[in-house]
């Protein structure tokens, strides 16, 4: 539910019945961020951290259903050894801080990506707050933690052969339904637009067949400096854009 109406968000250059359901956000740039501070790039981890009030908060009061953050790829542990015990280390600072005022605010929390694979720290902070916003029926926020499209699909593909050794299926019963619904996103909207900070024009393994046909919009802004006024910028080009989905007008 938005908690503009439409004369406010009209105000704000946008559409109310353009409004995306669902929109995923690559936070990229946070080091190069820092870099250019010369400050290490931690701080850039931190003041990216910063940022995802004021997005959230816009995203609830659009009237967005859906909120997806890349914060953590399976890529990532790649990462110096110390780097990601910062990125760890901030995941359970920003739960610890934000939850109560995310609760408040009716979000719910759903984490993307194999979880269970995180430490224990991060790991029971994650299962915390999903399990205090549960019931919420506002914004649901995903975050996408050790998150890749490659594991995402090899998952699914390993629950339906499963069944289909079982006999609980049959091999040309599988459709896209069925593979879809097998996918850390089931029960979500489709995705409409994917935003990618940073200047990088890739999708590092992001959702990739959610991705289909979702607009995609990339800016040089790194993720720290990402403010509301940039994000409505996104938000007003993707109203422009024409989604024909194969088809003709
Ligand atoms: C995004 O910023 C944060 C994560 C990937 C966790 P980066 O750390 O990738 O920043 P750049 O791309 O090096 O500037
Ligand atoms: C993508 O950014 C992952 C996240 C934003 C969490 P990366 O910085 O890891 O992507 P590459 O390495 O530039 O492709
Ligand atoms: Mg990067």
Redesign the pocket.
């Known amino acids: 539910m938005a908690a503009y109406d439409e004369t406010k968000i009209r105000a704000l250059g946008l559409n109310p019945q353009g409004i995306p359901k669902h929109v995923a956000i690559i936070?990229?740039?946070?080091?190069?961020?820092a870099?250019n501070r010369r400050l290490p790039?931690s701080a850039?981890?931190r003041a990216?951290t910063d940022r995802l009030r004021g997005i959230i908060r816009l995203s609830s009061d659009l009237g967005i259903a859906s909120l997806t953050l890349?914060?953590?790829?399976t890529e990532?542990w790649k990462?110096p050894s110390d780097?990601v015990g910062t990125?760890m280390g901030l995941l359970i600072e920003y739960f610890t801080n934000e939850i109560d005022e995310l609760h408040e605010n009716n979000v719910r929390i759903q984490i993307i990506g194999a979880y269970e694979g995180l430490p224990a720290g991060p790991r029971a902070a994650v299962e915390r707050a999903m399990k205090r916003t549960e019931a919420n029926t506002g914004l649901n926020l995903n975050i996408a933690l050790n998150y890749g499209s490659r594991a995402e699909l090899v998952r699914a593909v390993r629950v339906l052969s499963k069944k289909a050794v079982s006999g609980e299926l049959l091999p040309q019963e599988i459709d896209e339904a069925l593979l879809f619904d097998c996918l850390y996103t089931k029960g979500l909207p489709q995705l409409d637009l994917v935003i990618r900070t940073?200047g990088?024009m890739r999708l590092s393994n992001f959702m990739l067949l959610q991705a289909a046909y979702a607009e995609l919009y990339f800016t040089d802004t790194?993720?720290p400096d990402f403010n509301e006024k940039k994000y409505i910028e996104a938000l007003k080009e993707f109203q422009r854009r024409d989604r024909r989905y194969g088809t003709v007008k």
């Open positions: 936070m990229d740039g946070n080091g190069r961020w870099k790039r850039g981890h990216g890349y914060a953590f790829s990532n990462r780097e990125l940073g990088e790194y993720w």
